[in-house]
């Protein structure tokens, strides 16, 4: 199968290879360079040696030749680097092993052309990927490279989507025309050691100073000089890694259009739009047994847990199912997405969802495509699910015998967690990003308003659009005082010079002005529609109360998170060095605002509704910090196990005060669900 390289593949990879042809012209020269200042300072030691021959010069004439040596070796030390990809959370299959699997990536090797992977491993997460172990030598000698397949992603694919991914893989490698990829890479990894990865280099240069005072003398000599090499290659770092990255992003596009021509173009859409929810869910199971680790608990399959809360997910945002799998569509994975501003990202490996689908559609490859679970590829899938949650949880540290959650207690509790700290569908999202506004002034004037159309699609739209807006206005403003540099933009749909972008401000600063004139206008219909209920019940007094505590609170919530920064200000000692008499004084000015935090966080913890989110021994640390005077300081020694006390309570304030306001919001919103509800306000005339 050969695929014809775009106009824009090409261009980029002439972009990139004139980028490495100066960078080796500048590193030939910087070679040159240090041959010749071995030479002279190995020379010069010599010959300072001979012609005085004493103690003194001998030491002068070694650190001359060793500052000679140190910078040589600093500008070939690549050359005997190796990079070897952390294995210890792969888990190797063989062919005996899933037979299905590899005869799936055998079909895959054939139709694009290349070699069968070294060997094949599964991961933990939702992802695919395809890496080498790699040198100064990769770049002329072959090398095989190693797959990995994420479990999270065989649990959340078809086979026929899982092909289409590993397809995409195989396809960077699938050409020669894709040789010149792997040569920006190499080149950009060795910049990058010369410009970052240099701690042995200092440590061995630290130890030599460390032998004697003249050497140190020459190892800051060293130093100095690679320390202005470094700065050069750090400029040709930027120069070559800009253009890698925009080659890179073409290297999708072309691995997208190998994919689609092994397995279809609507597999590898579908797969893509599935893979931000999968990944959360993934991601949310984590965070649950994160928060189960100090009660000791695990899972037995985190994979299972994931295709439910995958599915518990895709019910609460209403998705389609297709072949017993979300169907994402991609106007609901950019639902909150009202950006009008594009930028290339010179810097981004990998292009957007939005701009890869693009491409694929105007493919529109048509294959025969198999839709059943990827899962079936495998002769046990449960045991190897098993496997990966048990080495998963195998490097938790838990202070007693973990114990594994059942399926069905994670589905409750997860459900449980779930409704508690979200916001009921009813307000189909309105409220997720925003709050309340507090600064309407009642009116009697009569109108006819319907819930439904408070909190339409186009009232949320208007909340995100919004959001969007004062977005770009800050990207844009970075752009226009030079901040974020860049040649050109698109806003709305037409390209900018940098130069333009401080005339689309006024612009912009209109299009917000309107968008919160109709916010506001629909958030005091929302308050008067509410305020105008017939009230049986009681619930419209409860509606008012309501309102007026979150109003309260969140006037108050600025001066109460001051507290948080200034405590924080003032404890920002304990991180740099200071005399132990400016410590204690310190101390003595931290005194108030301890009063203060304490006083402030006192009432949280009587409040089960709040303390209830957190673990027992955090309130049990919190109550002992309260009731107690703590010393931090004595005999010029910081005492840990009080500053651990703390710092603790300090960086839950922040935690407690935003758990309130949720819950406080929460409270209105639920009152005014049970309004709207309750039959009273369907319709206020």
Known sequence: MYIQVSEDFKKKSKSAILAISI??????????????????????????????????????????????????????KFLFKKHINDRSYLTEITRTQEPQLFKMIDEIVKEAETDFPKKVYLSYDVNASVFYDSSFWSMFLPIKKNLTIGVGLINTSTKQELKAVLSHEFGHFSQRSMKVGSYVYNVNQIIFNLVNDDQSYRNSIESWASMSGYFSIFAAISLFITNKIQWVLSKMYSFVNIRHMALSREMEFHADEVAAHIAGSVSLEESLLRIELASNSYNNVISFYDAKVSKNQASKNIYKEQSFVMNFLATQNELEMKHDLPNVKLSESGLFNKSKLMIENQWASHPSHEERIARLRKLNIIKDTDNEHAKNLFQDFEKTEEKLTAKLFSKVKYQKGKTELELDVFKTEFEEQYNRDSFDKIFNSYYDNKNPDFTIQENHIVKDLLFDELFSKEKVELVYTLIALENDKKTIEAIASKELVLKTFDYDGKKYTAKEAKKLIPEINHSISEIQKQIQQNDSDIYHYFLSSTDDSGKKTEFINAYQLLSAYDASYEEKLKVYTDIAHATAFMSTKTMPEQIKRNFLNLKPLEDTLKNEIRPYL????????????????????????????????????????????????????????????????????DLANSGYTEKVN
């Open 23 to 76: 960078f080796v012209i500048v590193y030939i020269l910087m070679f040159l360079f240090t041959i010749i200042l071995a030479v002279a300072c190995i020379g010069g030691g010599i010959l300072l040696i001979i012609t005085k021959p004493m103690f003194l010069t001998l030491m002068l004439g070694i650190g001359a030749a060793g500052t000679g040596v140190c910078v040589f070796f600093f500008i070939i």
């Open 606 to 673: 009587e409040n089960t509704s709040i303390s209830f989110y957190l673990e027992e021994q955090d309130v049990k640390d919190l109550n002992y910090y309260i009731e107690n005077h703590l010393i931090y300081f004595n005999n010029d020694h910081y005492i840990d196990t009080h500053l651990q006390l703390l710092m603790r309570a300090i960086n839950v304030y922040p935690y407690l005060l935003n758990r309130k306001y949720f819950l406080l919001k929460k409270d209105l919103l639920n009152t005014m669900k």
